[in-house]
């Protein structure tokens, strides 16, 4: 069964930084494409960033793009998302995600597996 775990989640003032990470075990996680979503109160969940199986392709919301940073090793089963100059906007519980496919995508329906989720709350 495969296990993500996040952390690094956390308070902090807008225009600070925070790196999520998340910790992935049960499969061969180097075969997958992987993602981070958010979803703030009474919000959808939305996509935020996706990295290919190694790494070669990444892809960011418009509304992160510049800000955020998604990375992966797969040697030791984790994924990152360093972000930047956060907004009280970028406050939501984020998700790591591992997706079905090599490649990467933007819609959840891709993603077969979640974490629990990180809290991330931006004060102004």
């Known amino acids: 069964q495969v296990q993500l775990v996040e952390s690094g989640g956390g308070l902090v003032q807008a225009g600070g930084s925070l790196r999520l990470s998340c910790a992935a075990s049960?499969?061969?996680?180097?075969?997958?494409?992987m993602g981070w979503f958010r979803q703030a109160p009474g919000k959808e969940r939305q996509f935020v960033a996706a990295?290919?199986?190694?790494?070669?392709?990444?892809y960011y919301a418009d509304s992160v793009k510049g800000r955020f940073t998604i990375s992966r090793e797969n040697a030791k089963n984790t994924v990152a998302l360093q972000m930047n100059s956060l907004k009280p906007g970028d406050t939501a519980v984020y998700y790591c995600?591992?997706?079905?496919?090599?490649?990467?995508?933007?819609?959840?329906?891709?993603?077969?597996?979640w974490g629990q989720g990180t809290q991330v709350t931006v004060s102004s």
């Open positions: 049960g499969r061969t996680f180097s075969n997958y494409a």
């Open positions: 990295i290919s199986w190694n790494g070669g392709s990444t």
């Open positions: 995600a591992l997706d079905r496919t090599m490649y990467g995508g933007t819609d959840p329906e891709e993603y077969d597996y």
